[in-house]
């Protein structure tokens, strides 16, 4: 049977015997409020059921844990392999994308290109012109010429041709009074690190106060 706490409304579930034929005094052993509780009403029976001895009385009755009436419920464990696996597959496309096309993504997001050369995955040559020297020769048939020597260094790291190069000759307010080109040899092609020297020569400008080399425009 089971006996509900007229004061917080505990329910016990309470084995008929142990109240009695006549009922018994009872205490909610959540709350501790007592009362007189009556026998249960047994349905009538033909044949008497065998007694069994009833169990020893007590004024202090254990709530029904919650939920213990209720079925079991079995949980089944699930792999997690194929989701691993999944993933470790999208990783993998992921990064092939990324190695694949890094050329696609540098010309999207310039900004990207010193991550991949911090990790070697970004390889092109870096001419730079490092040293410019000059010095006015000889008149040659009344003409004074100017040699200059060009040291260029490929400071990148991948070989690269050196490019055709602009000599200009400028004045103290840097215009340009008299300008050639140098053209690369078959030989100009620099590994990294590697230097190289050019010399080249020109007529002298009347008001000539610098030398200036640059990449010639394309």
């Known amino acids: 049977m089971i006996l509900t706490c007229p004061a917080c409304a505990t329910r016990y579930l309470v084995d008929p015997a142990a109240i009695g034929p006549t009922g018994r005094q009872v205490r909610c052993a959540r709350c501790g409020h007592s009362w007189s509780q009556p026998p ?24 029904i844990p919650a939920g213990s009436n209720l079925p079991a419920i079995r949980q089944e464990r699930r792999s997690n392999w194929a989701g691993w696996t999944a993933l470790a597959i999208a990783l993998g496309g992921l990064a092939i994308a990324v190695v ?5 993504i540098v010309a999207l997001w310039p900004p990207a290109k010193p991550a991949y050369q911090a990790v070697g995955l970004w390889r092109e040559p870096n001419i730079v012109i490092a040293e410019v020297k000059n010095s006015v020769g000889a008149a040659e048939g009344g003409v004074k010429t100017v040699q200059v020597e060009i040291e260029v260094v490929n400071r990148g790291n ?9 000599v200009a000759l400028r004045d103290d307010k840097d215009r340009n009074l008299a300008t050639w080109l140098v053209a690369p040899s078959d030989d100009t092609l620099l590994k990294p690190g590697e230097a190289r020297l050019i010399r080249t020569s020109g007529n002298a400008a009347p008001g000539a106060q610098s030398v200036a080399v640059t990449p010639a425009p394309r």
């Open 100 to 104: 694949g096309g890094r050329e696609r």
């Open 158 to 166: 991948a070989a690269g041709q050196v490019p055709t190069l602009m």
């Open 40 to 63: 249960a009403e047994l349905p009538i029976r033909r044949e008497s059921p065998p007694v069994t001895p009833p169990p020893s009385p007590t004024d202090r009755l254990r709530p």
